[in-house]
């Protein structure tokens, strides 16, 4: 199990602000500004809304409230995949308050989104100083925790939130990709099999058991798992690129081949393919 993509959690900052005198070429003021860049991110108007809050900005530079007008603008920024700009977004918001969780659970979201696991290591980090059992900080630094290797810190991790929440399945997921990345292959077999009896119909699960069936040299029971996933989700671009892998591990390249096509049709990269097609022929 990967995580893939880290969305916003947390909906726009906005409060009653005090008006202010100080007014745009347009008549406009620091409030009406901020108020519409709000109202037009509720109507997915996102060009319109970064607009309206980078006029707020300069029209009040040193504005008190600047902190929740640039978290804004962060938050419409990586709604629009603008992540780098999002980063410095929230990077002065945080000049304004420093330790704003929220805040910084959403940075550490855009710098996950451009690869900077580092920094968002940091910033989960920091989140947990202030609030040791916030799930989002937890959940992202075990997996940090995970790609490092460094098994043990993120088997903590997940066991502490599984204890808080200890239906959370993406944590739940998480610490069985763990296990089978730790070579706990049995544990994870065990934990995702309790999973998908809870689960029969998610077609995630058959595939992330299919890839430690593959690992435990089990591939006949990992192709009727892919096919349980296709015939339950047949546009799992995964499950077809892992049974394209197990046919061409027992030779049979044409139907790798197949397979290997049909998951470059429902969005594979073929460039990442290149070389098992190469294999196919």
């Given at each position: 199990?990967?995580?893939?993509?880290?969305?916003?959690?947390?909906?726009?900052?906005?409060?009653?602000?005090?008006?202010?005198?100080?007014?745009?070429?347009?008549?406009?003021?620091?409030?009406?500004?901020?108020?519409?860049?709000?109202?037009?991110?509720?109507?997915?108007?996102?060009?319109?809304?970064?607009?309206?809050?980078?006029?707020?900005?300069?029209?009040?530079?040193?504005?008190?409230?600047?902190?929740?007008?640039?978290?804004?603008?962060?938050?419409?920024?990586?709604?629009?995949?603008?992540?780098?700009?999002?980063?410095?977004?929230?990077?002065?918001?945080?000049?304004?308050?420093?330790?704003?969780?929220?805040?910084?659970?959403?940075?550490?979201?855009a710098?996950?989104?451009?690869?900077?696991?580092?920094?968002?290591?940091?910033?989960?980090?920091?989140?947990?100083?202030?609030?040791?059992?916030?799930?989002?900080?937890?959940?992202?630094?075990?997996?940090?925790?995970?790609?490092?290797?460094?098994?043990?810190?993120?088997?903590?991790?997940?066991?502490?939130?599984?204890?808080?929440?200890?239906?959370?399945?993406?944590?739940?997921?998480?610490?069985?990709?763990?296990?089978?990345?730790?070579?706990?292959?049995?544990?994870?077999?065990?934990?995702?099999?309790?999973?998908?009896?809870?689960?029969?119909?998610?077609?995630?699960?058959?595939i992330?058991?299919?890839?430690?069936?593959?690992?435990?040299?089990?591939?006949?029971?990992?192709?009727?798992?892919?096919?349980?996933?296709?015939?339950?989700?047949?546009?799992?671009?995964?499950?077809?690129?892992?049974?394209?892998?197990?046919?061409?591990?027992?030779?049979?390249?044409?139907l790798?081949?197949?397979?290997?096509?049909?998951?470059?049709?429902?969005?594979?990269?073929?460039?990442?393919?290149?070389?098992?097609?190469?294999?196919?022929?």
């Amino acid at each position: 199990m990967e995580l893939s993509a880290y969305s916003l959690k947390y909906g726009l900052f906005f409060c009653v602000l005090t008006i202010v005198g100080i007014l745009n070429a347009n008549g406009q003021s620091y409030y009406d500004l901020s108020e519409k860049g709000v109202s037009c991110f509720e109507k997915d108007s996102l060009e319109q809304a970064e607009n309206y809050f980078r006029q707020a900005l300069k029209l009040d530079p040193t504005n008190a409230h600047n902190a929740l007008l640039f978290s804004n603008l962060g938050m419409v920024q990586q709604k629009m995949n603008k992540h780098a700009e999002a980063v410095e977004s929230y990077s002065y918001a945080l000049n304004f308050a420093p330790i704003a969780v929220p805040i910084l659970l959403n940075r550490g979201s855009a710098y996950m989104n451009i690869g900077q696991n580092d920094n968002a290591y940091l910033d989960y980090c920091q989140v947990l100083d202030v609030d040791k059992d916030n799930i989002e900080a937890l959940l992202m630094r075990a997996y940090i925790y995970t790609q490092r290797k460094d098994f043990k810190a993120g088997r903590a991790d997940y066991e502490k939130l599984l204890k808080i929440e200890p239906t959370n399945y993406t944590a739940r997921l998480g610490l069985i990709t763990l296990n089978q990345k730790d070579g706990k292959l049995n544990e994870a077999l065990e934990g995702i099999t309790m999973m998908i009896t809870e689960n029969p119909k998610d077609a995630t699960l058959y595939i992330a058991r299919a890839d430690i069936e593959c690992d435990l040299d089990k591939k006949d029971m990992a192709l009727i798992d892919l096919d349980e996933a296709l015939r339950l989700n047949d546009s799992a671009s995964e499950a077809y690129l892992l049974r394209g892998q197990i046919f061409l591990s027992q030779k049979k390249k044409y139907l790798a081949k197949l397979s290997f096509d049909k998951a470059i049709s429902l969005g594979i990269s073929a460039s990442d393919l290149q070389d098992l097609i190469k294999e196919c022929k």
